[in-house]
């Protein structure tokens, strides 16, 4: 996958949630709009774009959402009882929606552009906390995130990703960083944050 490419169409999938690159997400999925997706995800071996809403709800007709997005890749999946889907999809790349369509079957289609991926800083000292913290969650929080290995603990983008999805922070925060892509903005909210729940 090439970054920055222009004009690649991905199937959008708005939720009330913002995925990071490198981030897992388990869904359920009961729309036929979204079965028949995943359908084509799977069968062509590609990917959907999950985009925080903007307005609207993730069931019913096609809701706004954001531009900045994440490429999200399927994992695995499970066939449920009465038609449900499960599956398990971790987060790629960010790209910004350039251009949004709504199918009859109101599934939207995006046109996107490929962002630059963060690059790799090092956890400094005033945060290994933060480290920590992951690590303990991680392991409370059991299948599919113990499986999130901590073989990225020393990259900063990484570990205050991961707290950033998993800490009941506003929505709109998470959007916030997700589109800003600076570690160490989010190392620094992120203890602000610990630090207002003492």
């Known amino acids: ?51 925080l809403l903007r307005g609207g709800r993730e069931v019913g007709p096609a809701a706004p959402c954001h531009a900045i997005g994440t490429l999200a890749l399927i994992e695995d999946w499970e066939q449920g009882e009465a038609g449900l889907l ?5 987060g790629r790349q960010r790209f910004r929606l350039l251009d949004a369509r709504v199918q009859p079957n109101q599934l939207t289609l995006g046109e996107v552009e490929w962002l630059e991926p963060e690059a790799v800083v090092p956890v400094p000292g005033g945060a290994r906390l933060l480290s920590g913290l992951l690590g303990r969650l991680l392991e409370e929080l059991g299948p599919p995130f113990d499986h999130l290995t901590r073989r990225e603990e020393e990259d900063l983008g990484w570990v205050t990703a991961r707290l950033t999805e998993i800490l009941p922070l506003p929505l709109a925060t998470k959007q916030a ?10 190392a620094e909210g992120l203890l602000e944050f610990l630090r207002s729940q003492r």
């Open 1 to 51: 996958m090439t970054e920055n490419t222009m004009g690649e169409t991905l199937p959008i999938f708005p939720l009330s949630t913002v995925l990071f690159p490198g981030g897992v997400l388990p869904l359920r999925i009961f729309e036929p709009r979204y079965l028949d997706m995943v359908a084509d995800c799977l069968r062509n071996d590609a990917g959907f774009g999950v985009c």
């Open 86 to 90: 499960q599956i398990t999809v971790r």
């Open 177 to 186: 960083w997700l589109e800003a892509a600076d570690p160490q903005q989010r």
